[in-house]
């Protein structure tokens, strides 16, 4: 089992920035694919970006296309956290984050995932 912990979360303006953690414990090295998904409120959750740590200090990474060039996930293997470094957030950004890992490299890039965080809210005002 992986337990996944979201944080870092909150209220930013439009063009600001957020950074995401997600701490993961328990049998994290199971779990090469790890990715983050949003869900706004009426809308069906949605993926992100996702990162595929193929050993050593190499990586794979895939981005929606909406987030490609302002959000950038990493991978801090030591401490077993997941980054999601948002910049440039737009009120269209406003979502709970969601925290996923999978066991399978079969699920990249987009899942499925097997487990998941209990997510944390990001709004931006305009």
């Known amino acids: 089992q992986v337990q996944l912990v979201e944080s870092g979360g909150g209220l930013v303006q439009a063009g600001g920035s957020l950074r995401l953690s997600c701490a993961a414990s328990?049998?994290?090295?199971?779990?090469?694919?790890m990715g983050w998904f949003r869900q706004a409120p009426g809308k069906e959750r949605e993926f992100v970006a996702t990162l595929w740590w193929t050993g050593a200090s190499t990586s794979s990474t895939n981005y929606a296309d909406s987030v490609k060039g302002r959000f950038t996930i990493s991978r801090d293997n030591v401490k077993n956290t997941v980054y999601l470094q948002m910049n440039s957030l737009a009120p269209e950004d406003t979502a709970v984050y969601y925290c996923?890992?999978?066991?399978?490299?079969?699920?990249?890039?987009?899942?499925?995932?097997?487990?998941w965080g209990q997510g944390t809210q990001v709004t931006v005002s305009s």
């Open positions: 996923a890992a999978a066991g399978s490299v079969r699920s990249w890039p987009r899942g499925p995932y097997d487990y």
């Open positions: 328990g049998r994290t090295f199971s779990t090469p694919i």
